[in-house]
C-alpha cells in the first residue's frame, strides 16, 4: 500500500497535538524532511522491496556488457533514480534461461586465457557498480544475437524528497509513502518521537504533552518495524504448521 505523505503529516501532528497547524513549529516543511529521513532509516532495515521489470535489461549484440536500468517507473515511489539493494536476476526472454550470477573474481576466472570472448546465449553473469553509482554487469559467453531480459531486483529505500512531482516541480504533497500499515505507523511514531525530543520545555508544555512519551513512541516504533518485517518474511516462507501429504 503507499499513503500520502500529507496523512502521515497530519498523525504526526496529532500526537504532538497540533491538529490545526496553528503552533510555531515544527513547521510542515520541518516535518516532511524529518518524515524522509526517518523513512531512509526505517526502510533500510526492512527486508527489500523486489522490482519486477520484463525485457528491464538488454545485452546487445556481440558484447559481454551490459549495464542495469537507471530509470525505473513504479519502483513503489513513482518515476526516478533506483539504487540496488544487491538481489539480481536475470532472465533470457526468448528462452526463460535464467543466468547464474557469479563474482567477478569467477568471471575473471572464465576470461582467463581467452584472448577472443567466445558469443553464444549468456549463461552467467557478474556485476560492479562504477563511481557514477550506476551498476553495470559482465557476462559469459557474449551474446551473439541481442538478448532481451526479464529483471527481478531488490532496491534501496528512496529518498522521499527525490519524488516531488513530474521534474520535481510540485510540492511534497504529490508524495506517497510506500510500505505496509505497520511500517508506515512506525515511521509516525519514530517521526514523532524525533520532532518532540528537539523541542524545548516551553513548547512541550504548551501542547500539554509528557516528554517521556517519546521514548514510548520509539518502543512503539521498534516494535512495528518487527511485526512488519515478520509479515515479510512470512509471505515468503513456505513453513506451515501442517503439512498437506498427497
Known amino acids: 500500500m503507499a499513503v500520502p505523505i500529507a496523512k ?3 498523525r504526526i501532528r496529532a500526537r504532538l497535538n497540533d491538529t490545526d497547524g496553528r ?3 515544527p513547521s510542515g516543511p520541518q516535518i516532511d524532511m524529518a518524515i524522509a529521513e526517518a523513512w531512509i532509516l526505517l526502510a533500510g532495515q526492512l527486508p527489500a522491496p523486489v522490482l519486477v521489470v520484463p525485457s528491464g535489461v538488454t545485452i546487445a549484440a556481440l558484447s559481454d556488457t551490459f549495464s542495469l536500468p537507471v530509470t525505473v517507473a513504479s519502483s513503489g515511489y513513482g518515476t526516478g533514480t533506483t539504487e540496488y539493494g544487491g538481489d539480481v536476476r536475470l ?3 526468448s528462452s526463460g534461461q535464467n543466468l547464474r550470477k557469479i563474482t567477478n573474481v569467477e568471471m575473471d576466472a572464465l576470461h582467463s586465457g ?3 570472448i567466445p558469443y553464444s546465449i549468456p549463461r552467467d553473469f557478474a556485476l560492479y557498480q562504477d563511481n557514477a553509482q550506476i551498476v553495470r554487469g559482465r557476462c559469459w559467453p557474449g551474446a551473439n544475437l541481442a538478448q532481451a531480459c526479464n529483471l527481478w531486483a531488490t532496491i534501496s529505500p528512496e529518498d522521499l524528497r527525490d519524488y516531488v512531482g513530474t521534474g520535481g516541480a510540485e510540492g511534497m504533497d504529490t508524495v506517497t509513502v510506500p510500505g505496509t500499515r505497520e511500517a508506515v505507523q512506525s515511521l509516525v511514531a ?3 518521537s524525533c520532532l518532540l525530543k528537539k523541542m524545548d520545555a516551553k513548547a512541550v ?3 500539554g504533552i509528557n516528554p517521556a512519551v517519546a521514548e514510548d513512541w520509539q ?6 518495524l518487527d511485526i512488519a518485517e515478520i509479515k515479510q518474511h512470512n509471505v515468503k516462507s513456505t513453513g506451515r ?3 498437506f501429504t498427497p
Open 190 to 192: 519514530y517521526t514523532a
Open 114 to 116: 581467452a584472448p577472443i
Open 219 to 224: 518502543r512503539e516504533s521498534d516494535r512495528l
Open 91 to 93: 532472465q533470457i526472454v
Open 205 to 207: 508544555a504548551l501542547r
Open 8 to 10: 502521515v503529516r497530519g
Open 23 to 25: 503552533l510555531d513549529a
Open 241 to 243: 504448521i501442517i503439512r
